[in-house]
């Protein structure tokens, strides 16, 4: 799995990438994560990327011309074009099924907004996919993109270590998970339900799929 995230902030990713599954995913060559700084893009000499509103009002707006290039650039680095998926707070909420959707392609094109967003030319011209993570404004597109981007590898095979650990993820079942519980069996007393302790398998199965439904 191939994402390909336009940013004006590609340091932001270093750290959340060199941590966990997704570093490991990426040493595995499991998934591939190229950054594209969008100002290597722009034409202006103290390469500047965002302009004022026509019409006036507060903010700036990220200028077409910059994404454009960037984009069809970003296309040509594959034999097959990508999805362009927009991060924006007006688009698709992201659920599980459309992370599931995103996961079937082999390659996405993610593009992360500022300030005010993009100029609507943008959308006219590339027709992204439009993908929100919540009803709620972020600073920027990048932390939005590192959620479809952890979301979306979990599906890829391998990158989770058992795949029975995704399948029976919240969501993937239709269920929400139940409760876990690890060592120590009591704290604060606290204790472990009797039936997780009994080695009984079937009367666990049958106390875990309760609690999920309880839950859901
Ligand atoms: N005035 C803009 C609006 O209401 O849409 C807010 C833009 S926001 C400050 C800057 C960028 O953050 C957006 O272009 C988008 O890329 C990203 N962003 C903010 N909230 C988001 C959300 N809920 N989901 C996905 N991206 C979001």
Not at 11 to 30: C, H, N, T, V
Not at 112 to 135: A, M, N, T
Not at 160 to 175: I, M, N, P, R
Not at 200 to 207: E, L
């Amino acid at each position: 799995m191939r994402f390909d995230v336009v940013t004006l902030f590609p340091e932001i990713f270093s750290g959340y990438l060199d941590q966990g599954l997704l570093k490991k995913a990426i040493d595995r060559s499991l998934v591939n994560i190229q950054l594209h700084d969008l100002r290597a893009w722009s034409t202006d000499k103290h390469q500047k990327v965002d302009d004022r509103p026509f019409g006036g009002g507060p903010g700036m707006v990220l200028q077409v011309q910059p994404v454009i290039d960037c984009v069809e650039h970003v296309q040509k680095l594959e034999k097959t074009p990508s999805q362009v998926i927009m991060l924006t707070p007006q688009g698709k909420p992201l659920d599980q099924p459309l992370v599931e959707q995103l996961a079937d392609q082999p390659r996405q094109i993610l593009l992360c907004g500022r300030y005010e967003g993009f100029d609507q030319r943008v959308i006219d011209l590339l027709d992204p996919l439009e993908i929100s993570i919540g009803d709620y404004i972020l600073n920027g597109g990048e932390v939005a993109a590192m959620v479809v981007i952890d979301a979306v590898s979990r599906l890829v095979p391998g990158v989770v270590g058992s795949a029975e650990s995704v399948e029976a993820d919240s969501f993937t079942t239709g269920l929400l998970d139940g409760p876990q519980y690890t060592r120590p069996a009591e704290y604060r007393g606290w204790s472990v339900p009797e039936t997780l302790m009994s080695g009984d398998h079937s009367a666990i199965a049958q106390w875990r799929r309760r609690e999920a439904l309880r839950r859901t």
